[in-house]
Each structure stands twice: as C-alpha cells, then as structure tokens.
C-alpha cells in the first residue's frame, strides 16, 4: 500500500520525536511520503491529488481543522483513497468518535492492526452550502464551488460559533488551545452573546418553521465534543450511519442554560429535554435561515457570518481505516 501522510507541524499534542516515532512505525507497514502542511488550506489541495498521484490512503497527523481539510480534499478526488486519522489536536473529536486512541503513539499501534487485519468502515459526512455571494472568511481553503465545505463530526451557528471566533483570536495572539481556554472563554463570551433577540428559523420538508433559535448544533455524529476526557453529548442519537442531527436552543437564560449542561455532559444515550429545544434527528437535508448575519463553524473551524445555510447528509462518503 502506498499512504501519503499529510503533518501539521503545530499539532497540539505532538513534538518533532513523537512525529518521527510514527512515521518511522507507520514507514514500516507501508510506502510512505510525508509531506508537511504550510498554510491553511494546504492539507485540502495535497489531499486533492493524492489519488491522482497512485495513493491508496492519505493519512494526517493533526487535530480536526486539518483532518477537515483532509476529508474535504479527499472528495474532491475521483480516486478517493482511504483516509487514516493520527490524532494531534487538543480535542480530537473525530478520531475518538471513531474509536482511536486520544493518543498519537497509541493511535498510531491502532492504526497498524487496523493495516494488517484489512479494517475499514465507512463513514457518511455533512455538507454545509451557503450563498455564493456572502465572504468565506476560513482563510483561503478551497470550498468545493465556492459556498460548500463538507463536515466531518458538527457544525454550528451562533453562540457556539462565536465562542470558536473567540478562541481562535486568543490562539492568534499565543494562548495554547485546551479544554481550559474553551471553557473559560465560553463561559466570558455568555455574558456578551445576544441572549435577547433570537435570529434563526429552522426549515424541514414536511414539517412546520421552527423559529426563535438562539444557537443550532448540526451533529453527523456523537458525541459534539470533548471537555478533557468528559463528552459533551447534545444529539446522542447521532452517528455515521444516519443522517443529520440537530438542537436548537429559543431560550439563552442562565436557568435554561444550566439545564442543559447538566444533561448534555458525560456519557448520555437519552435526548435533553426542554420545552425550549428544537431537536431533529436523522434527517437528508435541512436549512437554517437568519435574520441577521450570525457566527458558523464547521468541524471548530470558524468561518465567518452567515444568513443561510443548507445542510445535507452524504452517505457512505469515505472509508477510514479504524
């Protein structure tokens, strides 16, 4: 087998001798090439090729944003080889959704049997389609057509959006990304979030409006992410296997807040309840709609302001060997 692996040499969780560790594991079990990711976006056009250029596999040693290149570079690529996922990152959502070890080294043993036993499974992604004419704002990543990008795990509009803008402007000026700083910037960024004026309307082909949604999370599966080692679980019945999950919240007070937190975190398999939540699960395709331009991210990967956006579910996208 011939696998290109893809570095992003700022991973969180990786020094120059953990990567050299891997590689030479990995060097072993198969034809190897590692190339090293040097801007946003890089992973995605390497990725695009790689089947072109006679890889069976593509593995990436990063956290979600460059596995999210990744993947949206692999189906850009008519070959489409198999994807293989070194975790890197600080949460690593995909990875440990998917089974792998939180840890590069131990991921790396993980991925080796799953080399010699031929173990693969293949996984369905979202798709997220925004108008052509609003800014892209993600740094230059190829997009698919300019208004699309393919998801690997969530998405989301609002509030938690804006906690990501948040982060990713602190990770700028030099603080390291950790559960820690997500959390303390969440619970700062509460205070100065509109929590009086809802903007999205949720829209489903044989259902009634949903509207008044303060925050939507979109899950392709659970749980949403990590706190530490502890799940954060809004849409437990999401998975690879089905379609989209949602949640929505119309109500942003700290009463209701506090009820959801204490539903959603640590190992949950029974929906939230409240009469102020929007659930959908299972579902082909949706819209969210805003009255006025609000945060979205994709995979933790902020991308700007939007007023419209249509997610649907893409069976059977890829294959990864887990």
């Known amino acids: 087998m011939r696998a290109l692996l ?23 079990a198969v034809d190897l090439t590692v190339e090293e990711t040097g801007y946003r976006g890089h992973a995605a056009v390497l990725a695009s090729t790689a089947g072109a250029k006679g890889f069976d596999a593509v593995a990436v040693l990063g956290g979600d ?15 489409r080889p198999a994807l ?5 990152g600080s949460a690593n959502v995909l990875a440990r959704a998917l089974g792998l070890p939180n840890h ?23 798709q997220a389609t925004w108008d052509l004419d609003e800014t892209l704002g ?3 990543l190829p997009t698919g057509g300019g208004g699309s990008r393919y ?24 603080y390291r990304a950790s559960p820690t700083l997500y959390v303390h910037t969440a619970l700062r960024h509460y205070f100065m979030t509109d929590r009086r004026h809802p903007a999205m309307t949720l829209r489903r082909p044989n259902f009634a409006d949903d509207r008044g949604i303060f925050l939507a999370i979109v899950s392709n599966t659970a749980p949403w992410t990590y706190i530490g080692n502890r799940p954060v679980n809004p849409t437990p ?4 296997d089905t379609g989209l999950d949602l949640i929505g919240l119309q109500r942003m007070g700290l009463p209701a807040m506090l009820k959801l937190v204490r539903q959603i975190v640590g190992e949950r398999s029974g929906l939230p309840a409240g009469k102020h939540l929007v659930q959908a699960h299972d579902e082909a395709e ?14 933790g990967d902020y991308l700007g302001e939007r007023e419209r956006v249509v997610f649907r579910s893409i069976p059977d996208a890829l294959q990864v060997l887990v």
Not at 65 to 79: F, K, S
């Open 237 to 240: 019945w999401a998975g690879f």
């Open 84 to 88: 293989i996922i070194i975790p890197g």
């Open 65 to 79: 944003g460059t596995v999210n290149e990744v993947a949206n570079g692999l189906m850009a690529d008519e070959v």
């Open 104 to 126: 590069p080294i131990e991921a790396t043993g993980a991925v080796l049997e799953a080399l010699r036993d031929g173990r693969r499974r293949t996984i369905s992604l979202g």
């Open 286 to 299: 949706f819209t969210l709609s805003a009255e006025r331009p609000v945060a979205f991210q994709l995979d």
């Open 6 to 28: 893809l570095v992003n040499p700022k991973a969180t969780s990786t020094n120059r001798r953990s990567r050299d560790v891997l590689i030479r594991a990995l060097g072993a």
């Open 151 to 174: 998801f690997t795990f969530c998405a989301g509009l609002g509030y938690d959006a804006e906690v990501i803008r948040a982060v990713e402007g602190l990770r700028s000026a030099g």
């Open 138 to 140: 993600n740094g230059g």
